[in-house]
């Protein structure tokens, strides 16, 4: 069936806080220029900001930098930050420790990232940005001299079987001169980019981290507007790359959460569990005791930083934001240095529009811009942090220390990170970890936290978790390393069930959240994360 196709300037798909700063400064460069720029924005959440998930303490540097009047604006950054604290656990103690210099929070806001990124897609929807939400990018197209020509969106109403149904609706093709690619971590349409434009030469693989999340109103007298707590040690092991925050932010909310390295190397780990565990620690549950639990969610975070950033251009598009790996892990932030990206190829692709007046040609001025900004040097300095804990927790903490302190970021050498899914070892080299039951009160079980996500998928569409062969999930996955699927998962959507013929993988797939954790983690590669029909996933509430 023909696909209508719509032509635009710039295609920009997603619109997470790169993508929006994208279009931002695209329509003020163009404004003030007097000149006319048609800027589209494609995102595969419901509404802008649905499928947004983050602690989140945001730096303004950015922000100030796009829209200087942001709190004229009306922006949502409400709570400033008043306190850090930077705690050890141990089964039942918290040691409070130095808090390194990148986490001091001094001029931060905590907020609900999600609820930021819906303001700042009215501030784009004011400048003329055209905006579509519920609409997934599911292809890339190319001229026959093979650039990116733009976009296609996913069909509506296909069957299980990839048969149009009877409200099937074909998808559109989007056009432009630059398409923009900014689809958070792991992006689908950015790993073919990846192989067809060999971005990833030269380096290294991306590291990944899950954060797993939950909203809180809690009683006021625990509430300390403003306060934000940070943890390592207790639950993980001093092998397992992980810590959790707190962060208070105003009407008695309380966001918690808990990140774990992707690169463990026990089957049996299961970060979902590691979360519940962790906030029945007494110096965490007592922020909750008696409290509500309003949300829940969990996305996947690039941790490879500097050393892992891939080629940013090719013929006809960019990469920006998450997409790319722009994280501060030490600094546990990521959102000023996606806006900042997003505002350096805005520039940049606005001069070689103008410059060169053709389609299809390759950015180049983009990474230029971006290596003398402050963002590179901000990457660089702490690009060693996060491999030295391959020496475990007091290994890493202690070598964090001298680089920060003695070599300021600026040894000579650079620490290399390794693929997450080569780190997982044979179930039977590993012990296993017994996980208390949820009680309903401080700790739940998965199937409860997702229905406070708000997931939904249509059941009848095709499953968008493709394995590419139907036989490893048990023959490999379940035989050698005790079917990691079902715990590294957040959400249950991967469950081994016994029939008649042995045990098989079930696929829950619309109990997903969009993480990406199976993509990243499954040891043989063999699932492979597509978008479904847009609108599709968690619908995302203050998170």
């Known amino acids: 069936m023909t696909r209508d196709a719509m032509e635009y300037d710039v295609v920009i798909v997603g619109a997470g806080p790169s993508g929006l700063s994208t279009a931002i400064r695209l329509k003020q460069l163009a404004e003030k220029a007097g000149s006319e720029l048609s800027v589209c924005v494609v995102e595969k959440g419901s509404e802008v900001g649905a499928h ?35 705690l050890f656990l141990t089964t039942d103690k918290a040691y409070k420790l130095p808090t390194p210099p990148q986490m001091h929070n001094d001029g931060n806001y905590i907020v609900s990232l999600g609820n930021v990124v819906r303001w700042l897609g009215q501030q784009a929807e004011e400048l ?55 689809e958070g971590c792991r992006g689908s349409l950015t790993k073919g980019l990846f192989a067809r434009f ?34 390592v040690g207790w639950p993980v092991s001093s092998d397992v790359y992980g810590g959790s925050f707190l962060y208070h932010l105003e009407n008695n909310q309380v966001a918690v959460g808990f990140v774990v390295g992707l690169d463990y190397s026990n089957p049996h780990l299961s970060p979902y569990e590691e979360f519940q565990r962790f906030k029945t620690h007494p110096e965490i549950r007592k922020y909750f005791e008696g409290g509500r639990r309003i949300a829940y969610g969990a996305r996947a975070l690039n941790e490879g930083g500097f050393q892992s950033v891939p080629k ?10 998450d997409t790319a790996g722009f994280l501060n892990v030490p600094k546990v932030k990521g959102t000023h240095m996606a806006m900042k990206s997003g505002i350096e190829a805005a520039e940049a692709i606005f001069a070689h529009l103008g410059a060169e ?17 402050w963002l590179w040097d901000e990457l660089y300095t702490v690009r ?3 491999p030295s804990f391959r020496w475990g927790l007091w290994g890493g903490i202690a070598y964090s220390a001298i680089d920060t302190f003695l070599l300021k970021g600026r040894a000579p050498w650079t620490l290399r990170h390794h693929a997450d899914h080569t780190q997982l070892k044979k179930a039977s080299e590993c012990a296993p970890i017994v996980y208390p039951k949820p009680d309903g009160k401080i700790s739940f079980d998965r199937l409860s936290s997702v229905f406070i996500s708000a997931t939904n998928h249509s059941e009848e569409q095709p499953c968008h978790l493709r394995l590419k062969d139907a036989s490893v999930p048990v023959a490999t996955n379940l035989a050698l390393y005790n079917a990691p699927e079902t715990r590294y998962c957040p959400a249950g959507v991967y469950e081994i069930v016994e029939d008649t013929s042995g045990p098989r993988m079930q696929i829950n797939a619309q109990n997903c959240l969009h993480c990406k954790t199976c993509d990243i983690k499954d040891p043989t590669q063999n699932i492979d994360w597509a978008v479904p029909e847009g609108g599709g996933g968690p619908n995302y509430p203050n998170m």
């Open 312 to 321: 940013l251009t090719f013929p006809g598009g960019v990469l920006v934001g």
């Open 128 to 182: 003329g940005v055209e905006i579509y939400p519920g609409f997934a990018a599911a292809e890339v197209l190319y001229h026959e001299d093979g650039s990116v020509k733009g976009i296609a969106t996913g069909d509506m109403g296909l069957e299980k079987n990839g048969e149009p149904g009877p409200n099937h609706q074909p998808g559109i093709e989007l056009h432009a001169r630059q398409t923009v690619f900014s």
């Open 52 to 86: 947004i998930l983050s602690g989140a303490v945001i730096e303004t540097r950015s922000l100030e930098e796009l829209l200087p009047d942001w709190k004229e604006r009306g922006a949502p950054l409400n709570t400033p930050v008043k306190e850090d604290r930077f």
């Open 384 to 386: 060693n942090i996060r």
């Open 357 to 373: 007046g053709q389609t299809g040609h390759e950015v180049l001025g983009y990474p230029e811009r971006l290596k003398k900004s």
């Open 198 to 231: 060999n971005l990833r030469d030269g380096a290294d693989p991306q590291t990944y981290g899950i954060g797993i999340k939950e909203l809180w109103e809690v009683h006021p007298e625990v509430h300390q507007p403003g306060l934000t707590v940070h943890t």
